[in-house]
Every structure is written in C-alpha cells, then in structure tokens.
C-alpha cells in the first residue's frame, strides 16, 4: 500500500540536492579549519598546540543538540541574520566534526618526513612555498579522507539540522525521520536508500585516502 502511492521524485530530488549542498559546505568549513590545526599540531609539540588540539575535541564530546541548541542562542540573540541559514548550518558541522579533519590531517603530515620540508628550506622557498609545495601536496590524502568523514557525518547528522536548516529545506535524514516518525516505512524508504548510496562516494574516497596514507 505504501509502494502504491508512488515516489515523489521531486521531493527525493530536492532532498538529495540539499544534503550535497549543506554536507559539501559543512565539510568545506570543517576542513579550511583542520588543515592548518592538524598540521601545527603535526609539527609543533609545545603546550599551546597541544592546548588548542584538544579543544576542538569539546564540542565533539557534545551531542548535536546541545551544539545546535548553542548556535540556535547565537544565531537569536547575536548574529540574526544568520539564523536558519546554511552557513550557519555549516558551521554547526564544522564545530561538531572539526576533529575527524583534524585528527586525518595530523595523521598524513606526521608520516611525511620533516626532512623534505628542511630540504625546501634551504633551497630557498619561503614558508608560504614549502606549505603548498611541500607540506599541502604530501597531506593530500590525509585532507582528503578528513573531508570524506566529515562529508559521512554531516550527510546523517540530524539534531542540528532539524534546529539550523533553512526554512523550506529538507535533507535526506530529515526526510526519513520525518516518515519514520509517524511509521511511514515505505516512504521513507526510497530517501534512506539514497542516503545510502550518496554515502557511497566519500566511502569509497576514504578507502582509497587511507590506503594512501598506510
């Protein structure tokens, strides 16, 4: 019976466009940020890196709803504009997944020889050189499989997405909470499986990104 109603292909295809455009964007936030903290935390050991590592890990710790919750405070009573907009949305993601970025980063600069990043040195480049020379292209795949988690996480998130999303828009997750939560299975159904295989690409780049960096 719930087959017989059909699939509304419009609604699935707004669904699918919206979770890429907010998840893409959330990850894009997230990674401009753990890129240069996973690289400093990669080549400095001192008290302030370990510090600042770490606190991105506070908000990881957090449920979404109480990030979202948060941002809801700051987005009413501080940055009004922003409220129920996708920025804002991509920076709750940013802030509750930053350490999936940051943790990928750290883990692909750490293999990288500091040898090599000495070696440009002292053929001349400068620090801005030897980061998009050197440093960048070696943690490619670490970036990579950072943005790829991220883009696995915010694409399922759902606290802060039900409380941050733009008025009228409707993610996948969204969608299928909203017709499992009356027990409506069957329409709920054709967005899960395209959540599933969406969710197949960053698999398959973080597949391929961590054999890279083993």
Do not use: N
């Amino acid at each position: 019976r719930g087959l017989s109603a059909g699939i509304d292909w419009s609604g699935l295809g707004e669904a699918l466009g919206s979770t890429i455009l907010v998840a893409g964007l959330g990850a894009l936030a997230t990674m401009l940020m753990a890129v240069p903290l996973g690289i400093l935390s990669a080549r400095h050991h001192d008290t302030g890196s370990r510090l600042l590592e770490r606190s991105v890990y506070i908000a990881h710790g957090l449920p979404g709803i109480v990030v979202a919750l948060s941002l809801v405070f700051v987005g009413v009573t501080i940055a009004r504009p922003l409220y129920q907009t996708t920025p804002m949305l991509a920076l709750a993601y940013a802030v509750l997944f930053l350490p999936l970025g940051v943790g990928s980063v750290r883990a692909s600069v750490e293999q990288s020889p500091v040898a090599l990043e000495e070696m440009a040195h002292s053929l001349g480049k400068g620090r801005a050189g030897v980061l998009f020379g050197v440093t960048l292209p070696l943690a490619a795949p670490g970036i990579a499989a950072g943005t790829a988690l991220v883009l696995l996480a915010a694409m399922k998130e759902l606290p802060a997405t039900l409380l941050l999303h733009p008025t009228g828009m409707e993610t996948l997750a969204m969608s299928v909470w909203s017709d499992t939560a009356v027990s409506r299975y069957a329409s709920a159904a054709p967005a899960a499986l395209a959540l599933i295989l969406l969710s197949t690409i960053p698999t398959w780049i973080l597949t391929r990104s961590s054999r890279r960096i083993g």
